[in-house]
């Protein structure tokens, strides 16, 4: 199968001439370069946009020393260059698109979720490393038989079949990772988990709990990048997945519900930390804080989930129709962003839903038109008085009291002279 009018047709210009410039180094070294990965699926797939996001994300693996291929390049074009000699890696950083090369490679494991050994192998030894069939192709890039499929492990049929399948038996044991990656591309685009691969992830699942909560989060976070999130961890759930990072997860219907309203038009986009607000929404605060541990979860995440349910466990305060805008100003100003959002999202059809969106569209953008400076020019120096005249001046502002700079100084001169009056007299010694 030549493909070489697919790679021509889809990729953008500016990468295929440094495709070609890549091409011609190789064949000088001796070397062959071929693409791998998502690239070559969502190629054959005729939707390599899939991929790339706002930005395109090629896999290279090299026959040969990545590194120093790697370096050639970089001597002649405009691309910022990393390297890992150690696992004989390299990334080409260039203006809108990034090359990852590796040298090919042969990879190891001691023992179920531990981290591979590396040792230098052939490109077929290259994709058998790899998590899915569908994955584990390579499109050669050598003048020679540029556009040729290798495709030792039958992906090209499980893309026609719509099926995701591992290349071998312990591959979930080894990297348990891949059984949320399995349920991501599956919801992503449609496929079916291969019957013995089914099997296998269920008998592997348990392998979850030993591996570190970073990776478990960053799959998670690679989830809720997906466009439908809530279709991927309602799958895991049915495959008691979920359960295994969080025996109290669960995908109801309250959870897909809020996964769907996040998505909506003018909710933020893809934003991940979002997603674990809403997904661990129905948690008691203290199962939230197993969680947290669980996924190692950093300070600024944490702290954000921790606002989600202190805050929901408010809401009812916010429920009264008749509050006024700096009193729902005043109950929320001191949370987390996301976690407002997250119970702006899990309480829509509320009066806390108003006016948790209200707070969010308007009021926490209120200020007052006079500033500290403007203050000063008043005869009002820094310190407490003047920190409780702005936030006078901003109540005023939230509740209408007051709509221009005139009203705001005739209100500041009102306080002043109040405050004169409540100052106790000079000692008369
Ligand atoms: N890979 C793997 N096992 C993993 C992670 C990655 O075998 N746990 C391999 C797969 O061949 C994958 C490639 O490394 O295609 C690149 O990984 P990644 O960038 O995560 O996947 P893509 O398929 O390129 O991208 P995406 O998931 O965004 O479509």
Redesign the pocket.
């Known amino acids: 199968m030549n493909l070489s009018q697919q790679v021509e047709q889809h990729l953008p210009g500016q990468l295929l001439r440094q495709i070609g410039e890549i091409r011609t180094q190789a064949a000088g070294r001796g070397e062959k370069v071929y693409l791998?990965?998502?690239?070559?699926?969502?190629l054959l797939l005729g939707e390599p946009s899939?991929?790339s996001?706002l930005r395109f994300?090629l896999?290279l693996v090299i026959e040969g020393d990545a590194v120093g291929l790697a370096q050639d390049i970089a001597e002649t074009g405009q691309a910022k260059l990393l390297t890992h000699q150690q696992f004989g890696t390299a990334r080409l950083d260039y203006e809108s698109f990034t090359m990852?090369m590796a040298t090919a490679r042969k990879e190891t494991y001691a023992k179920p979720g531990a981290l591979p050994a590396v040792t230098p192998g052939t490109l077929k030894d290259d994709?058998f490393?790899?998590?899915?069939s569908i994955?584990?192709m390579a499109i050669s890039l050598a003048a020679d038989d540029y556009g040729h499929l290798i495709d030792p492990y039958q992906g090209r049929s499980d893309l026609e079949h719509r099926l995701i399948r591992v290349l071998h038996p312990r591959s979930f044991s080894d990297?348990p990772?891949?059984i949320l990656?399995a349920v991501?591309?599956e919801q992503?685009l449609g496929f079916a988990l291969e019957a013995q691969t089914a099997r296998l992830l269920k008998r592997d699942a348990p392998v979850l709990d030993m591996i570190s909560g970073d990776r478990i989060r960053h799959e998670l976070e690679?989830i809720f990048r997906e466009d439908r999130p809530e279709c991927a961890i309602s799958h895991l759930a049915e495959l008691e997945v979920l359960q295994r990072i969080d025996p109290s997860l669960t995908a109801d219907k309250g959870m897909v519900d809020r996964f769907q309203r996040a998505r909506q038009p003018g909710q933020p986009e893809g934003l991940p930390s979002l997603f674990f607000c809403l997904l661990v929404y129905a948690l008691s605060i203290s199962r939230v804080e197993q969680f947290l541990i669980r996924l190692n979860t950093p300070a600024k995440l944490a702290h954000a989930i921790r606002d989600t349910l202190r805050l929901k466990t408010e809401l009812t305060k916010l429920e009264s129709p008749s509050l006024k805008p700096s009193e729902i100003y005043d109950l929320l100003q001191e949370y987390d962003t996301l976690a407002l959002e997250a119970n702006a999202i899990a309480s829509e059809y509320s009066t806390a839903g108003r006016h948790l969106r209200l707070f969010l569209t308007e009021l926490r953008y209120v200020r007052p038109t006079l500033n500290g400076e403007a203050l000063k020019r008043l005869g009002i120096s820094s310190g407490p008085e003047m920190g409780e005249i702005l936030r006078t001046l901003r109540k005023a502002r939230l509740d209408g009291e007051v709509s221009t700079k005139e009203e705001e100084e005739r209100l500041t001169i009102y306080l002043t002279a109040c405050n004169s009056h409540k100052k106790p007299e000079p000692d008369p010694e």
């Open positions: 791998v990965g998502g690239i070559v699926r969502d899939l991929n996001g994300d896999d990852d994709l490393r790899r998590d899915f994955n584990a990297d990772t891949r990656r991501r591309y992503r690679l």
